[in-house]
């Protein structure tokens, strides 16, 4: 397991400061991939930039894992069998520290698995870093509220991914 540095999504438009992003490594298969993590940074910036909703101070891990890994996170947190492409965990936003510290506000936590990336990407015909970087939007998309349960919800957060994609140069992941 090797932990990666740390990286700040740049200001959104409004000159409000994007997320701290921590992304950890833990699959060697990864390294088939050696942008991976400089994908998701640069994936979560765009995100945070185009975000609608404040996020100053905000953290969030990555953990970039094989299906093994994300399988087991999915079978205790979710209920389901087998691996999936992405996770994420949202943080329950409680009371402020009371302890008076300055601390960053944990958004929460995403997991991409890589052979199910790989292999979606394969199956479509996109390249593995945009990919990569769809998921890594969508997920963060979903720490800050986000879901697809409803049709208006699903046009909705697809339309944002499209923009936010668009933004950082990768074609629409829906096109076709």
């Not at 940074?41 to 185009?50: P, R, S």
């Not at 894992?65 to 691996?83: K, Q, S, V």
């Not at 943080?91 to 960053?104: F, K, L």
Request: with cysteine; charged share 25%; glycine share 8%.
């Amino acid at each position: 397991m090797t932990p990666s540095p740390s990286g700040n999504a740049e200001p959104d438009r409004a000159g409000r400061p994007g997320p701290k992003v921590d992304v950890l490594i833990e699959s060697t298969q990864w390294e088939a991939l050696p942008s991976a993590e400089a994908v998701v940074l640069a994936a979560i910036a765009g995100a945070a930039k185009a975000r609608p909703v404040q996020i100053n101070g905000a953290e969030v891990s990555v953990l970039l894992c094989d299906d093994a890994a994300i399988a087991a996170l999915n079978a205790r947190w979710r209920g389901h069998e087998g691996p999936t492409n992405v996770l994420s965990f949202p943080t329950p936003h409680g009371e402020p520290d009371s302890c008076g510290v300055d601390r960053p506000t944990p958004l929460g936590d995403i997991a991409i698995a890589y052979e199910t990336t790989a292999r979606e990407a394969a199956d479509h015909g996109k390249a593995l870093p945009d990919h990569l970087a769809h998921l890594a939007i969508h997920a963060f998309l979903h720490l800050l509220g986000y879901d697809h349960q409803t049709e208006d919800e699903a046009e909705r957060m697809e339309r944002l991914e499209r923009n936010i994609l668009a933004e950082i140069g990768i074609p629409d992941p829906y096109d076709g």
